[in-house]
């Protein structure tokens, strides 16, 4: 099948692809490259996917897509191509006519939203239209788009269930993602659509985000700064190691939502065993060989104390369930950072 993987220089976009070509599947990935974080962290993961650096750079200069390729064969192919550009993106999927989409591509983070609030706009909404667009005026078969575990807010009831109201969020990160599911449901209800939304809660792995708390821990640790650990350590997390959301996101794109009504669904992929945040930052000390010094804080605007996934329905209708512990995790997280920061 002939799969698009926006995000594809991210983190989660990055493993997705490997996973969909040892699968045998036809991949096109695109990717603006935004420097919201570190871009040679995301070259260097195209790079392993066999995009050089240069080549990326000079797709630039030129236009047309990969439409003469066979998509009967297992390749990958990347295109530096924004949400936003309206035209463009209209004009890709036109001429490539693919099967299934899995949009990741997004502005990511909760924090920044607070500084940056127009990124959020112009990615997570505006370019979220161009692609329901553009699968709206193509025969896509199923998209499969990400949705995020901060669209629970201001929740205190745990296991957060898909089924639970979600009307209050406590980030414009979050009522971005909250907007992405209305907008998929009211493309699938009329258009026909088939949309899956997946919740993600919390990931973790080799080649992660810099910007995400485990990474900057490990930062800190081997530069023997201060790790900033906020209320005060009093908090939860359902942290999800990245092979498990990968099996999921391979499982969801499967199962395609057959509602004649509106052929729309929403899935949690998180753990389902919330760690207490001291106990993983020290998982993560041994696993580096070094202390923490730590630096006690309160509550960060937009963030929560605790969360964790109800995956009852993504057990029953995906088979899906999360095998990787913490320990395991953080291992494998620890020996990727001490090789790639030397």
Not at 158 to 179: C, E, Q, R
Not at 276 to 293: C, H, Q, S, V, W
Request: charged share 20%.
């Amino acid at each position: 099948m002939k799969v698009l993987v926006t995000g594809a220089a991210g983190f989660i976009g990055f493993y997705l692809v490997k996973k969909l070509l040892s699968l045998g599947h036809f991949v096109i990935g695109i990717d603006n490259v935004n420097d919201y974080y570190n871009i040679d962290l995301k070259y260097a993961r195209l790079e392993q996917l066999g995009i050089e650096r240069s080549k990326v750079e000079y797709a630039k200069k030129v236009s047309g897509f990969i439409s003469d390729q066979d998509p009967t064969l297992p390749s990958f192919f990347f295109i530096k191509l924004d949400l936003t550009d309206r035209e463009k993106i209209s004009s890709f999927f036109l001429e490539e006519q693919f099967d299934y989409v899995c949009n990741l591509a997004a502005q990511a983070g909760v924090r920044y939203s607070l500084e940056n609030p127009y990124s959020y706009v112009d990615s997570n909404l505006g370019g979220f239209v161009n692609i329901l667009e553009a699968c709206r005026h193509t025969n896509i078969k199923h998209l499969v788009f990400a949705s995020s575990s901060s669209v629970y807010g201001a929740n205190e009831k745990l296991p957060f269930a898909v089924t639970d109201n979600v009307d209050h969020p406590v980030s414009l990160y979050a009522a971005t993602k909250k907007a992405n599911e209305l907008m998929a449901h009211t493309y699938a209800h009329l258009f026909n659509i088939p949309c899956t939304g997946l919740r993600f809660f919390t990931v973790y792995g080799p080649w992660g985000r810099p910007d995400m708390a485990y990474y900057k821990f490990a930062r800190a640790i081997m530069n023997s700064d201060s790790i900033e650990v906020y209320n005060h350590g009093n908090m939860l997390r359902d942290f999800t190691y990245i092979d498990d959301i990968i099996e999921g996101i391979i499982a969801a794109i499967g199962h395609i939502p057959l509602s004649n009504a509106t052929p729309f669904t929403l899935y949690n992929l998180g753990n389902n065993r919330p760690e207490k945040l001291m106990d993983f930052i020290e998982t993560l000390e041994i696993n580096l060989g070094r202390k923490a010094k730590k630096a006690y804080l309160g509550m960060q605007p937009g963030d929560v104390p605790a969360t964790m996934a109800d995956i009852d329905s993504t057990r029953h209708d995906l088979g899906w369930e999360p095998k990787t512990g913490i320990n395991e995790g953080l291992k494998l997280f620890a020996e990727w950072f001490k090789e790639y920061h030397k």
